[in-house]
């Protein structure tokens, strides 16, 4: 019971933080003093949140993400692998929020395989530190869709209805087309019930630098 209530707690924070909340009532000293140390670095904070769970799981951060951080070469060492943890662990983390916000579903297809889905983010991870742990910069899609998005291939409108580029729309006819875009040409993101909708801003930008429209 301990456990679930610490982990709650502590997930509630990743959340409140990645939303970009900038301040802390009411907290305790010591919840006071890791805002305080990390409200300007909210990745930081969130690997830290991550930390303090596996010592908690009476594990490591390393154990805890072997399946992800086990091709790492055992003679990369000190901050240079410090860093590398810390980037794959925080989109693990930000893997694991978008797809519970979209209820572990394509919001295109439906598809519920967690091997299958990813998080795609609207603006790259490395495009904008702010917002690369945003959940709202996120959007649960199938690893085709995630693909076609990430190339620009389709694009959302504001009111989340699917856009094709040009390039897309030239295969038209095509078996492929036929059996995989034409299903979700009228289709809008399934947004129903989602705590944190992908921000309109986020997808106008994408629209401007990474859409193929013409």
């Known amino acids: 019971m301990y456990k679930q209530l610490y982990e709650k707690k502590y997930k509630e924070c990743l959340l409140i933080t990645a939303r970009g909340v900038v301040g802390l009532q009411g907290g305790s000293e010591k919840c006071r003093s890791y805002w305080e140390q990390f409200s300007e670095d909210k990745e930081g904070l969130i690997f830290e949140c991550e930390r303090i769970l596996a010592q908690y799981e009476h594990t490591s951060i390393e154990r805890k993400y072997r399946s992800i951080l086990q091709d790492i070469p055992d003679n990369l060492v000190g901050k240079t692998r ?60 199938s690893s085709l869709y995630d693909k076609a998005f990430d190339q620009g291939l389709i694009s959302f409108s504001d009111h989340y209805h699917v ?52």
């Open 82 to 141: 410090e860093q590398i943890v810390q980037v794959r662990v925080n989109q693990s983390v930000f893997r694991q929020i978008v797809l519970a916000n979209y209820d572990f579903k394509c919001a295109l297809s439906g598809i519920d395989i967690p091997e299958l889905l990813v998080a795609s983010h609207v603006i790259p991870w490395s495009y904008n530190e702010e917002e690369r742990m945003n959940p709202k910069n996120g959007i649960c899609l």
């Open 163 to 214: 856009l094709f580029s040009y390039r897309l729309k030239e295969n038209v006819g095509k078996e492929y087309f036929s059996q995989y875009f034409e299903p979700i040409a009228n289709c809008s993101l399934n947004t129903d019930g989602l705590k944190y909708p992908v921000a309109p801003e986020f997808l106008e930008w994408h629209r401007d630098c990474v859409f193929e429209r013409y």
